[in-house]
Nanobody, 119 residues
Framework: QVQLAESGGDLVQPGGSLRLYCEASGILLNFYRVGWYRQAPGKQREWVADVDSSGNTRYLDSVKGRFTVSRNNAQRAVDLQMNNLKPDDTAVYYC?????????????WGQGTQVTVSS
């Protein structure tokens, strides 16, 4: 079965940095778009960043210039470097694999890792 495990979440002050880690098992990442979503308390889960199989990245406007998503297919890993963190970045962050096969998209999720940005 596909399993994703996130780590790296912590409590940090505004302006601080964190690096989130995601390791996948039961699936190869080579041909899929991978990335990160987040969900703040009382809010819907929102897309944050992703990287496709060719290494092209996309970001939510509010995190552009601050977050960097990367992938390592051999290690089955997806990382998210977060710099200059803001209180609005507080959320549970989820690793995501967008498995698209025969026109059908299936999302896989980890359990999430808590990021809290507070002074």
């Amino acid at each position: 079965q596909v399993q994703l495990a996130e780590s790296g979440g912590d409590l940090v002050q505004p302006g601080g940095s964190l690096r989130l880690y995601c390791e996948a098992s039961g699936i190869l990442l080579n041909f899929y778009r991978v990335g990160w979503y987040r969900q703040a308390p009382g809010k819907q889960r929102e897309w944050v960043a992703d990287v496709d199989s060719s290494g092209n990245t996309r970001y939510l406007d509010s995190v552009k210039g601050r977050f960097t998503v990367s992938r390592n297919n051999a290690q089955r890993a997806v990382d998210l470097q977060m710099n200059n963190l803001k209180p609005d970045d507080t959320a549970v962050y989820y690793c995501n694999i967008n498995r698209e096969v025969l026109g059908h998209t299936r999302h896989f999720w980890g359990q999430g890792t808590q990021v809290t940005v507070s002074s």
